[in-house]
């Protein structure tokens, strides 16, 4: 169109060139007389240097200026079909679309101008839109949103109801269902974990609710932003309170293994007491001495465990040293009786003596007995068993030498002479001197106490039991437990 219409200017200014060049060369070739044609030449030169005078150069003119009008109403049809646009006005000139006016955004400034570019015929648009500052005008479409939302919501109150009842039903259905089950943990191996599946169980219906109600509003997409913001904040979670978490994850593995009971006497990570609790977050200890030790429940699922509760006959082991002259046959008799005799020691296993090395003033021997540690103290009897042997040995006379240095004299004698100097007899040989003698005195035995207390100690007992009792609900530990 826009090639049309300059082609046809083009034809109208070469028509108006030509036919004033064609009156030039007739008025040169029979010029008239000047009295007679003056006025009439002065006319026919006014006419033909105004090319618009010509009808066929002003018809074109007229209907080039008709086809500007008719491009300007249709490019304001177009903008009168946005109602932000309503108020721009436009003008057109020879394909060139004026945009004048005001609209309430940025964005419209530019939807203005894609639009009337848009338009069959526009050559170029002059986009001279603003936009309004008018306080009045700017808060008009604020206040117009805000009323429609408000007015949408008052719509979506039924269905929002609805979405709430079903969340709400759907949890209180849950709950419902975990207390109907709750019978079952008595028979549950692991009573800890049968309760973390009710919660688990629970929990998902409450999503499954959220999710119905969700997709009722028609806002499943929000499921999805949600969905991936939880799992965002959960990986930064995770790392935030990784220690936490390994804790508790540990703690479920060992309420599920429970490689030690309540009360057992265990040695974890080099530390050594009693099992009060077992919590999600940490393992509690009774040292032997009466001390409250937590560990953190990571630290017990990775470290080595010693367990002497597991298998309640335990044995104990002491050395000492006896003299290289004495009968370790009669020693060995000695301090087996002495074991055996001993409260608390028990017969089967049987003691032991056993022979570990040659020193040089002593023979280093080995005795070892066995204690049934449900029914005497394994440090009491230890200690009694030792006071026996020392005491059977002694009453013997048997030599339990100490670490001593015995040191030897000899008499003096005179200093040698040459023999192409001595003068007299020979000298005499000194006597030889007295050994030493190195034997002890026996001792006579001591008397044996009337009645050794070798009974358990009870005081760790008490303590390991309160402390059982102020978790009871938080304790994982249960004595009739699955056992690893």
């Not at 035995?445 to 009792?469: K, S, T």
Request: hydrophobic share 50%; proline share 7%.
């Amino acid at each position: 169109m826009a090639a049309d219409r300059l082609s046809r200017w083009l034809v109208a200014l070469a028509l108006a060139l030509g036919l004033a060049g064609a009156a030039a060369a007739v008025a040169a070739q029979a010029p008239p007389d000047e009295a007679d044609a003056g006025p009439v030449a002065a006319e026919a030169a006014t006419v033909d240097d105004d090319p618009a005078s010509d009808p066929a150069i002003a018809a074109e003119i007229e209907r080039l200026a008709q086809d500007d009008a008719d491009l300007a109403r249709r490019v304001q049809a177009v903008m009168a079909r946005v109602p932000a646009l309503a108020g721009v006005r436009v003008e057109v000139t020879s394909g060139l679309a004026t945009l004048r006016g005001s609209v309430d955004t940025e964005a419209m400034v530019e939807v203005a101008g894609q639009l009337a570019n848009a338009v069959d015929g526009v050559v170029a648009v002059d986009n001279r839109v603003y936009l309004e500052t008018a306080l009045e005008r700017r808060l008009a479409p604020v206040l117009a949103d805000g009323m429609e939302r408000l007015r949408r919501l008052v719509a979506a109150l039924p269905l929002l109801g609805l979405a709430l009842a079903i969340v709400v039903g759907l949890h209180l259905l849950g709950g419902l269902l975990v207390r109907l089950l709750a019978p079952l943990r008595r028979f549950s191996r692991n009573p800890f974990l049968a309760d973390l599946m009710h919660q688990a169980l629970r929990l998902a219906i409450t999503l499954v609710g959220v999710l119905v109600a969700l997709d009722l509003l028609g806002a499943t997409a929000l499921v999805g932003a949600v969905l991936g913001a939880a799992g965002i904040v959960g990986l930064a979670v995770g790392f935030a309170f990784k220690d936490l978490v390994e804790n508790y994850i540990a703690g479920i593995l060992l309420s599920l293994r429970q490689p030690f009971a309540p009360n057992d006497h265990v040695v974890i990570d080099g530390h050594e007491g009693r099992v009060a609790t077992l919590t999600a977050r940490a393992t509690t200890l009774i040292t032997l001495d009466g001390n409250h030790l937590r560990l953190p429940n990571a630290l017990v699922f990775k470290a080595v465990i010693l367990n002497y509760t597991r298998n309640p006959t335990r044995r104990f082991v002491f050395e000492f040293g006896i003299g290289n002259g004495e009968d370790l046959v009669r020693a060995r008799e000695l301090c087996l009786q002495a074991l055996a005799s001993t409260p608390g020691v028990v017969g089967q296993p049987p003691p032991a003596m056993l022979v570990r090395a040659l020193a040089d003033s002593s023979v280093t021997v080995r005795c070892s007995a066995w204690v049934d540690q449900r029914q005497a103290s394994f440090g009491k009897v230890q200690s009694e068993a030792i006071q026996a042997v020392k005491a059977a040995l002694e009453g013997a006379g048997m030599d339990l030498p100490e670490p001593i240095y015995r040191i030897q004299l000899a008499a003096p004698g005179p200093l040698p002479v040459p023999a192409a100097v001595a003068v007299g007899p020979a000298p005499v040989a000194p006597p030889a001197t007295a050994a030493v003698s190195t034997g002890r005195t026996p001792r006579p035995p001591a008397a044996p106490a009337a009645a050794a207390d070798v009974a358990p100690e009870v005081h760790i007992d008490a303590q390991v039991e309160d402390e059982a009792r102020q978790h009871a609900e938080d304790n994982l530990l249960r004595a009739d437990g699955p056992r690893e």
